[in-house]
C-alpha cells in the first residue's frame, strides 16, 4: 500500500522540481547525517522558496524546510523536514534524505517524529522558523515497498531559515 506521508514528500519536492533555480538567497540547515558533518541550502528564487509554508485553512499550515548541498535545486542530497502547525503549535515531522538523483530510493520516517521548534514567526507572506530534529531514517527502494529497517541513517540537523508563503 502506498504511504500517504511518502507521497506528499514525494509531491513536495516534485513540486520543487518543477520551479526555476536560479537562486537569490540561500538560508543554511547544518548537523550530521550518519555521523558526518553536512550543510544545507535553502535556495530561494523568483517563484518561492524551498523554505515555505502554505495555509490549510484558518489555524492550521503546512511548513517544509527543504535544503540541498548546493545553493541551486538539485534533488540528489536533498533534505526535506515537513510539518503541521495547528494554532500555533507545530506537530511532529516527516523527513526524508534523497541519496539519489531521483525521488526514489531514499531515507525517510515511516511516522512522524517530534521536533524542537524553538522558534516559528509567521507574519504576512513571510515567517522565520528556528528548530532541531534529530531521528533515525529508513530506506525506502521505490513507491511500493516498505521502510526497511536494516538500513537506516541518522540524522540531527539545526535550521534557522526564512519562510515564503506559497499558495496551491
Same mark, same amino acid.
Given at each position: ?22 537562486? =537569490?538567497?540561500?538560508?543554511?540547515? &547544518? %548537523?550530521? +547525517?550518519?555521523?558526518?558533518?553536512? #550543510?544545507?541550502? *535553502? ?51 516527516? =523527513?526524508?534524505?534523497?541519496?539519489? &538523483? %531521483?525521488? +526514489?530510493?531514499?531515507?525517510?520516517? #515511516?511516522?512522524? *517524529? ?55
Amino acid at each position: 500500500m502506498i504511504n500517504q506521508q511518502r507521497v506528499m514528500g514525494c509531491a513536495l519536492l516534485m513540486g520543487g522540481l518543477m520551479l526555476v533555480a536560479t537562486p =537569490v538567497l540561500a538560508d543554511e540547515i &547544518s %548537523g550530521t +547525517l550518519d555521523g558526518e558533518p553536512k #550543510e544545507w541550502h *535553502v535556495v530561494t528564487h523568483s517563484q518561492g522558496s524551498t523554505a515555505n509554508f502554505s495555509e490549510m485553512m484558518p489555524g492550521i499550515m503546512n511548513v517544509t524546510v527543504q535544503g540541498h548541498r548546493e545553493p541551486r535545486f538539485e534533488t540528489q542530497g536533498t533534505l526535506s523536514i515537513s510539518f503541521i502547525v495547528m494554532s500555533g503549535d507545530a506537530g511532529d515531522a516527516s =523527513v526524508s534524505y534523497f541519496p539519489e &538523483s %531521483g525521488i +526514489l530510493p531514499h531515507y525517510g520516517t #515511516e511516522q512522524d *517524529v517530534p521536533i524542537d521548534i524553538e522558534l516559528l514567526d509567521v507574519d504576512g507572506d513571510t515567517g522565520r522558523v528556528k528548530g532541531r530534529v534529530a531521528t533515525s531514517l529508513a530506506y525506502v527502494a521505490s513507491m511500493s515497498d516498505d521502510y526497511d529497517h536494516s538500513n537506516t541513517m541518522d540524522v540531527d540537523v539545526s535550521f534557522d531559515v526564512t519562510l515564503v508563503r506559497e499558495e496551491y
